[in-house]
């Protein structure tokens, strides 16, 4: 320790730094404040370095600064490359924008915008109106309104609906999701009263029906979007309780987590409920995530009877949980991506990446096998992978497709140098080997910027 507080006493000043020439010259590129930030820093890691036992010079450089000015200046939220084969990654923001969006959002934010006026009359106007046409052209609803995410349209039509009153739900439907997000827990910030029928397992018309009292406000069915119930179950279908719903004069609300525009789901990935099939069979209210199947920027959508989106709307906390220029901006881009069909629909990454077909991933990771190339006598192999839809949504669904695989001595630490390249990478581990999925690389100048994290990763 004695040689430790000698290095902290030789410890330079700031003002004697900044008269370092190599210093000086920083200040030719930065602010002085910022120079004098940087210094700073250096000096606060060295000291804590000696403190803690460890050795360090005492001399500080204009290379420490410019380094520590770097990190300092660095985003603290960055684009990185996902080759997890997880597509909705909720750590990784969900939904990637397409690029069109992207450019849409960019306009928007950059420039002034008619977010609250019609231009035809030159008079104030709602910022719903901005996607409220597109939204039920693309599913057939009376009226939408958009909120900050689903957690907040669940909450505000609870709110809103059911106040003081009874909410009946299914024992198998009340789930947690990220985050500890719990129906239950929402309902009662609400101030909703939660009516549980049913068992974990089954639940029947019948349940519900008895359930109906003179204080029943609605009805909440619950998409199971991150678990699945099987073996032996039974549930009742939105068709089924919308005529419960219908007969007692109260409305049936559809929480389905996350809901897709696409007409149709492959039969690879089983028949989960699109949106427009939940209000054909009957739902008077439903909600969902814009950024999660859909594929556009975090958003929470309410679709459904006008009577009720117009409640919704002028409740005091509808002003609290709405969104601004730049998600109606992103939300509108790429609900008009789904006007073109299919081929639209797949110009929305999130629905290009999961319904990539295997050959087409092959060739893929073949291209970034050979972009790598062998570095240390570790070479890169193409395997087949299993991805995941992730974010929450169809737990049991397996996107088979393919990938490279690095094997190497010490894995994590190949894991950690991936994170620490620029753009950072997130891979996976599988059975000893780091695995890069291609399914979720988004094109081809990400697949040569992976290649190249590898390679400076390896060396």
Not at 192 to 207: F, I, P, Q, W
Not at 316 to 336: D, F, H
């Amino acid at each position: 320790m004695p040689s430790a507080n000698k290095t902290l006493r030789r410890l330079p000043s700031v003002d004697k730094v900044l008269m370092q020439p190599d210093v000086k010259k920083l200040l030719q590129s930065f602010p002085r404040e910022v120079v004098v930030e940087g210094i700073r820093q250096v000096l606060s890691d060295k000291r804590r370095a000696l403190r803690s036992g460890r050795r360090t010079a005492a001399k500080v450089t204009g290379k420490d600064i410019k380094a520590a000015l770097g990190s300092w200046m660095l985003p603290s939220i960055r684009r990185v490359i996902n080759a997890t084969g997880v597509v909705v990654h909720t750590n990784l923001g969900r939904a990637p924008l397409a690029p069109e969006v992207a450019k849409a959002v960019a306009e928007v934010g950059a420039a002034y915008t008619n977010l609250e006026m019609d231009l035809k009359t030159g008079k104030r106007g709602s910022r719903t109106d901005a996607i409220r046409g597109i939204l039920c052209e693309r599913t057939g609803a009376e009226d939408a309104l958009v909120v900050n995410n689903n957690a907040a349209a669940v909450y505000l039509t609870l709110k809103t609906l059911a106040s003081g009153r009874e909410v009946v739900v299914s024992r198998g439907e009340l789930v947690e999701i990220g985050g500890s997000f719990r129906i239950p827990d929402v309902m009662a910030a609400s101030g909703a009263r939660l009516v549980e029928v049913g068992t974990t397992n089954k639940t029947r018309v019948d349940d519900y029906e008895k359930a109906i009292g003179p204080d029943t406000a609605l009805i909440l069915k619950v998409h199971r979007s991150n678990f699945e119930l099987v073996g032996f179950t039974q549930e009742a279908s939105v068709s089924e309780l919308s005529a419960v719903a219908r007969k007692h004069r109260i409305p049936l609300v559809m929480d389905m987590g996350c809901g897709t525009l696409l007409d149709r789901l492959p039969p690879e990935m089983g028949a989960g409920p699109t949106v427009k099939g939940i209000l054909a069979e009957g739902a008077d209210l439903v909600c969902f995530s814009g950024d999660k199947l859909l594929g556009g920027p975090q958003s929470g959508i309410l679709l459904g009877k006008k009577e009720l989106i117009g409640s919704l709307s002028k409740d005091p906390m509808a002003r609290a949980l709405r969104v601004g220029k730049l998600t109606l901006a992103g939300l509108w881009a790429t609900l008009a991506l789904y006007r073109g069909g299919d081929r639209g629909a797949h110009a929305v990454p999130v629905v290009g990446m999961m319904l990539a077909k295997p050959g087409d991933l092959k060739k893929r990771a073949e291209k970034l096998k050979t972009a790598i190339g062998r570095i240390g006598g570790a070479g890169a192999r193409v395997v087949p992978t299993v991805g995941q839809v992730g974010g929450g949504a169809m737990p049991l669904v397996e996107l088979e497709g393919f990938g490279v695989a690095l094997k190497v001595k010490k894995v994590q630490d190949l894991i950690k140098r991936l994170r620490d390249q620029d753009p950072p990478v997130l891979a996976r581990l599988q059975q000893d080997q780091v695995i890069l999925d291609v399914r979720t690389v988004l094109d081809d100048e990400q697949l040569g910027l992976l290649a190249r994290a590898v390679r400076r990763a390896m060396e």
